[in-house]
C-alpha cells in the first residue's frame, strides 16, 4: 500500500461507519460497497480507506499509517494522540455518561465517591474524578462495559449513550453527563510536508466543507403578495438577498433564499403571516462557495 494515496482511517464496524462513508460519498468519492475488506481504495480519488478498530484511529493517523481519519472526539480525547481535529463534522453526536443499575438512585456526583466504576474511557474518568475531588476505582474495560455491574465487576459503568437503547437492554439508567462528543476528522501534523498528499486533502477538505454547509441548509421557495416583500424579507436570515421571480398573477411573486435548516420552524409563522404561500423546503445536495 505504499502508493501515493491518500490514506483514511474509518471505522470498521460500528455507529460511525456507514455515515462516515455516507460522508465520503457525498463528496463525490465512488467507493465500493465495504464488505469485510480492510482497504478500499476509491474508483475516481487517490485515496485508500483502511477500516480500523475506532480505538487505535488515532495513534495510526499519529504514526503516519493513515493520513487521516473518521473518529469519535471522546476517543481523541482518551487517546490524546498527537494529531489535529480538521473538523467537527456534525454527525454521530453522544455523551459519555455515568449509569447505574436502574433500581438504584444517585443525587450528586460526591455520590460515587469510593464506588467502583468500569469504563473503556479511563483517562477522562479520571480527570473527570479528579475535577470533582472524588476517588473511586476506575476498572478499564475495552468492550461491552454495560455487562459489568450484572457480573457484579463494578458498580456503576461509564460509557457513551447515543439512543439509549444498550443502557435500557442492560437495566441500567443514565445519571451524570462526563463528556460530550461527536464525529471528527482528524489529520497528521506532518500532512502538509508531503506536497501531494496535502493537495489531496486541501481537495478533499474543499469538497467536505461543501457538503457539510449544504446539509445545515435548505433552500426556500414561496410566493408572496409584492406589497409585503419587504416584510418578508425582514424574516428572511439569509446574509445574501433572496432571488425574486415574477409570477403571472402580478400581485404575487415568487421568493427563493438558501436558510440554515435550524432557522426554518422560526420563521415559518412570521413567513405565513406576511403572507406567504406555497411553502417549499428542499434539501440541497452541495454547496460550493
Ligand atoms: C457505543 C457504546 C454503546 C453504544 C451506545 O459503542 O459503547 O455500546 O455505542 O449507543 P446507544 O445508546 O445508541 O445504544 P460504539 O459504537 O462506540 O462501539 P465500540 O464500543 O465498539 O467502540
Ligand atoms: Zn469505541
Partial sequence: ?????????????????????????????????????????????????????????????????ADIGIVGYDVVKERNAEIEVLRHLGFGKCRLMMAIPEEQDIESVENLQGKRIATSFPAIVKEYLNANKIEAKVIEISGSVEIAPSLGVA????????????????????????????????????????????????????????????????YLMMNVPKENLDEIKNVLPSLKSP???????????????????????????KLKSAGASGILLLAIENMIL
Avoid at 461507519?17 to 465512488?30: A, F, I, M, P, Y
Avoid at 457513551?160 to 444498550?166: D, F
Avoid at 421571480?245 to 409563522?269: G, K, R, Y
Wanted: hydrophobic share 40%.
Fill in 155 to 218: 458498580d456503576l459503568i461509564c460509557d457513551l449513550v447515543s439512543t439509549g437503547n444498550t443502557l435500557k437492554l442492560n437495566k441500567l439508567k443514565k445519571t451524570f453527563t462526563v463528556f460530550e462528543s461527536d464525529a471528527v476528522l482528524i489529520g497528521n501534523k506532518n500532512l502538509n510536508l508531503d506536497e501531494s498528499k496535502w493537495k489531496l486533502l486541501a481537495s478533499l477538505l474543499t469538497r467536505i466543507d461543501s457538503v457539510l454547509k449544504a446539509r445545515n441548509s435548505k
Fill in 1 to 65: 500500500m505504499l502508493n501515493g494515496n491518500l490514506k483514511v482511517a474509518v471505522q470498521k464496524k460500528g455507529r460511525l461507519t456507514d455515515k462516515s462513508l455516507q460522508l465520503l460519498r457525498s463528496c463525490g468519492l465512488d467507493i465500493e460497497e465495504y464488505s469485510e475488506r480492510l482497504i478500499v481504495t476509491a474508483r475516481n480519488y487517490e485515496l485508500d480507506i483502511l477500516f480500523l478498530r475506532d480505538d487505535d484511529i488515532p495513534e495510526y493517523v499519529q504514526d503516519g499509517v
Fill in 243 to 269: 432571488t425574486i421571480v415574477p409570477l403571472a398573477d402580478e400581485s404575487m411573486l415568487a421568493v427563493h433564499a438558501v436558510i440554515p435548516t435550524d432557522t426554518f420552524w422560526q420563521i415559518n409563522e
